[in-house]
T-cell receptor, first 112, second 114 residues
Framework: GAGVSQSPSNKVTEKGKDVELRCDPISGHTALYWYRQRLGQGLEFLIYFQGNSAPDKSGLPSDRFSAERTGESVSTLTIQRTQQEDSAVYLC??????????FGPGTRLTVL | AQSVTQPDIHITVSEGASLELRCNYSYGATPYLFWYVQSPGQGLQLLLKYFSGDTLVQGIKGFEAEFKRSQSSFNLRKPSVHWSDAAEYFCAVGNSGGYQKVTFGTGTKLQVIP
């Protein structure tokens, strides 16, 4: 595709449910990032992938959060047993290497 | 821990006027510094980056930024603003550990008036 895509664009879920957020990076981009942006706050680093490996998982807020990447392409961010404080916009970005270059439109997650 | 401060939440400038957006960072070593732009309805995009060398870096869309170590600043500038520059601008700092863990500021929203 022409840019980074994310799905779904919006997700409303009930507290305690699991959710999966998907990111399709720009083709050929080996670096992939996940960020979270809570209302009125800056971007919060979650995880970084180089290829299919995640050398830095330090940003994941708790063990309820996990992410994987396959085929050096699509990545999935999974949040188990969602809590209301998980409500945020989850952003994915990709680049050939180095810093995030292009971001997707984000998934707005609302936990009721 | 690295951090970024953008002291201006909202800035309004007239079209054709010059622009400077402020950014201050905190980092123990030589930082990698970035500016991103988020135009309405679009995703964030990298405007420019500083890794080393010349402290004045040029970016896309006519933007430039200057790294000043003594002031821990990396301010973004443009000589003449266009209406299409209205957007939110994010300053960011990254580490040099072989990969780029990038920490973002809270952003400055730029409004351009005719």
């Amino acid at each position: 595709g022409a840019g980074v895509s994310q799905s779904p664009s919006n997700k409303v879920t009930e507290k305690g449910k699991d959710v999966e957020l998907r990111c399709d990076p720009i083709s050929g981009h080996t670096a992939l990032y996940w960020y979270r942006q809570r209302l009125g706050q800056g971007l919060e680093f979650l995880i970084y992938f180089q290829g299919n490996s995640a050398p830095d998982k330090s940003g994941l807020p708790s063990d309820r959060f996990s992410a994987e990447r396959t085929g050096e392409s699509v990545s999935t961010l999974t949040i188990q047993r969602t809590q209301q404080e998980d409500s945020a916009v989850y952003l994915c970005a990709s680049s050939l290497d180095g810093p995030p270059r292009f971001f997707g439109p984000g998934t707005r997650l609302t936990v009721l | 821990a690295q951090s970024v401060t953008q002291p201006d939440i909202h800035i309004t400038v007239s079209e054709g006027a010059s622009l400077e957006l402020r950014c201050n960072y905190s980092y123990g070593a030589t930082p990698y510094l970035f500016w991103y732009v988020q135009s309405p309805g679009q995703g964030l995009q990298l405007l420019l980056k500083y890794f080393s060398g010349d402290t004045l870096v040029q970016g896309i869309k006519g933007f430039e930024a200057e790294f000043k170590r003594s002031q821990s600043s990396f301010n973004l500038r443009k000589p003449s603003v266009h209406w299409s520059d209205a957007a939110e601008y994010f300053c960011a700092v990254g580490n040099s550990g072989g990969y780029q863990k990038v920490t973002f500021g809270t952003g400055t929203k730029l409004q351009v008036i005719p």
